[in-house]
């Protein structure tokens, strides 16, 4: 079975980002390289798409995938938090289009073998990227349990994370959670049975609450805002799909601020500080996927859309 996902946004995403020939674009989260496919048509002949996933498996599909496009295409099995370095050394200093569609792709959810569904038995180790240095087995085993609160609390909103947590760590005193059934097992069990049948299986966010712990998934977005913007050529634009509430408001954050310049307190009756806006939103409302798409792809069911044009 190969590499299997479906791009979610496929076409919103495509009107907000706009590429036209000759533009420079960067898929900082190629996943099945949908989305990079779609921006390879529209730039060529002479455009460049710059590709990066942190998994290997992403980079090798988007290889060949996009082996056949006309437009030069520049691929790196890198963390999109190395976007500024890996311009800098293409001697690149500012691009027409940033994507990023965060989150997991349904290879990774179903096919790797790493453990982030509970659908099957797998080796506890949620990292996107293979090299990284910490897997979810690792923080369900030696994290300290009011850690573990915090991680289900932040990350999952898990109601029951102190129950949760409790249980994993008298687990793991009997012997070590090596695998996503075990975890699950030992979750289902934590929680009060007539909370056990709900319509979304009671592992699901403590799931989600390790994945975005083990891949550091907040803090890459946080760096990557910070120096995004920047990058974006006058009229260039800057798309982003979040999963999570948590990351849709930082981008929706970031966004407002960009397009609002002025950082002075609302209390002051004129501006001070003369800061002026620096982008502009491609829609004052967040983009939500169809019910249509939804019924067809459940995994676009909690994505969000926003987009910036660089004034
Ligand atoms: C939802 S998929 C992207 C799907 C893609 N847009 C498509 O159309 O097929 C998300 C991808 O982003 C990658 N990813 C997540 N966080 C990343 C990061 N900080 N740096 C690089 N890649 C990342 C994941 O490994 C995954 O392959």
Request: proline residues 5%; positive net charge; contains cysteine.
């Amino acid at each position: 079975m190969g590499y299997q996902h479906v791009s979610v946004m496929a076409a919103e995403l495509q009107r907000f980002l706009s590429p036209g020939p000759g533009d420079i674009c960067v898929d900082g989260t190629l996943g099945g390289a949908g989305h990079a496919l779609a921006i390879c048509r529209a730039i060529r002949p002479e455009g460049m798409l710059i590709g990066l996933d942190q998994d290997n498996a992403a980079v090798d599909h988007a290889c060949q995938t996009l082996s056949s496009c006309e437009s030069t295409v520049q691929l790196f099995n890198e963390n999109f938090v190395r976007l500024p370095q890996i311009l800098l050394e293409l001697g690149i200093d500012a691009v027409d289009a940033i994507v990023l569609d965060l989150g997991l792709s349904f290879y990774q959810l179903s096919q790797s073998g790493r453990g982030f569904s509970f659908r099957a038995d797998e080796p506890l180790d949620m990292r996107m990227n293979n090299s990284a240095d910490l897997t979810a087995a690792e923080i369900v085993n030696q994290y300290a349990e009011k850690e573990l609160v915090s991680i289900f609390q932040k990350y999952g909103e898990e109601r029951w994370s102190r129950r949760i947590a409790r249980a994993v760590v008298i687990a793991r005193k009997e012997a070590p959670i090596t695998s996503s059934l075990q975890l699950a097992g030992i979750i289902v069990e934590a929680i009060p049975h007539r909370f056990r049948k709900e319509r979304i299986h009671p592992a699901t966010r403590v799931f989600m609450a390790l994945r975005i712990a083990v891949n550091r998934e907040l803090e890459c977005l946080e760096k990557f805002l910070a120096f995004a913007p920047d990058l974006l050529k006058t009229g260039g634009r800057l798309c982003i799909i979040a999963f999570h509430s948590l990351e849709d408001r930082l981008i929706k954050r970031c966004f407002a601020r960009l397009a609002k310049g002025c950082v002075c307190p609302p209390e002051f009756p004129v501006c001070t500080c003369g800061q002026k806006p620096t982008a502009r939103l491609l829609s004052r409302k967040v983009i939500k996927p169809s019910a249509k798409e939804v019924e067809a792809n459940p995994m676009a069911r909690s994505a969000r859309l926003r987009g910036m044009v660089r004034i």
